[in-house]
C-alpha cells in the first residue's frame, strides 16, 4: 500500500485520539511511522495498524476500516480535487472509479496496488460495483463510496450482499439511489 494512505490513516487517528496514542501505537508495533506518499509498504504494516488501533480504541476492526474509508474520500478529494470536479453527480463518479480515477493513480503513482472495480445498473435507482482485489478492502471502498455521498450530498442505502469474506469470489456493493 502506497505511503499516502499510510499518512492518511496517521491524520485520523492523530486527529481523533492525539499524538501520544499514534505515538504508542507505533511503539507497540514497533515502527518507525514514517511514510513517503509516493513509495510502497507492505500492507501486513497497514493491516497490524489498523489492528492497533482497534485494541487501543476498543472498536472492532471493519468499523475503524470503514470509517477510515470515509476519512479517506475527503483526503483524497482535498489532494486531487479533479475526479470530484470532473464529475456532476455521485453515479457518474462512482462509475469513474475504475476507468478514470484508477487509471490516473497509475500516472501518479509508480505500480499501485489497486482493486477491479466493474458497474452495473440492473434499474434506474440502482448501481451495482462488484468489488476485487486480493487486499479483500471490501469495507474500505464502502467507507469511500460513503465518503462520496456526503461530498455529493446524495442520500444512499448500501448493502454487501456478496462479499468474499463470506465465501464468494467478489464483492457486491448494492448502491439504492433513494
Ligand atoms: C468511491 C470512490 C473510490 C473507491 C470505491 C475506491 C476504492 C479503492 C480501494 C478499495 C482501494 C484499496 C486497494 C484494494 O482494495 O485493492 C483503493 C486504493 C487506492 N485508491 Fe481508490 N477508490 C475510490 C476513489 C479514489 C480517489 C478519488 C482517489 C484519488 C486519487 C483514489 C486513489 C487511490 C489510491 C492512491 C489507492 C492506493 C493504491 C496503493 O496503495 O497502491 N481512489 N481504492
Redesign the pocket.
Known amino acids: 500500500?502506497?505511503g499516502?494512505?499510510f499518512n492518511i490513516l496517521e491524520e485520523l487517528v492523530i486527529e481523533t485520539a492525539g499524538i501520544v496514542a499514534w505515538n504508542s501505537i507505533l511503539e507497540k508495533l514497533e515502527l518507525k511511522g514514517i511514510y513517503t506518499a509516493g513509495q510502497?509498504y507492505p500492507d501486513e504494516e497497514l493491516f497490524a495498524l489498523v489492528g492497533e488501533i482497534s485494541t487501543s480504541l476498543n472498536k472492532p476492526a471493519p468499523e475503524i476500516v470503514g470509517h477510515f474509508?470515509e476519512y479517506l474520500?475527503h483526503q483524497?478529494?482535498q489532494?486531487?480535487p479533479e475526479?470530484?470536479t470532473q464529475q456532476t453527480d455521485l453515479r457518474a463518479?462512482?462509475k469513474s472509479?475504475h476507468d478514470v480515477?484508477?487509471v490516473?493513480?497509475r500516472k501518479?503513482?509508480e505500480?499501485?496496488?489497486?482493486?477491479t472495480?466493474t458497474c452495473h445498473e440492473p434499474d434506474e435507482d440502482t448501481l451495482v460495483?462488484e468489488?476485487r482485489?486480493?487486499?479483500?478492502?471490501?469495507i474500505?471502498?464502502e467507507g469511500?463510496?460513503r465518503?462520496?455521498a456526503e461530498y455529493y450530498k446524495t442520500p444512499i442505502e448500501m448493502t454487501h450482499p456478496v462479499c468474499t469474506h463470506k465465501g464468494a469470489d467478489h464483492c457486491d456493493?448494492v448502491i439504492r439511489f433513494l
Open positions: 500500500m502506497k499516502v494512505i510502497s474509508g474520500f483524497l478529494n489532494r486531487y475526479f470530484t463518479f462512482l472509479v480515477i484508477h490516473e493513480v501518479l503513482y505500480s499501485p496496488n489497486l482493486p472495480i460495483m468489488y482485489s486480493p487486499r479483500q478492502l471490501c474500505l471502498a469511500l463510496v465518503g462520496a456493493l
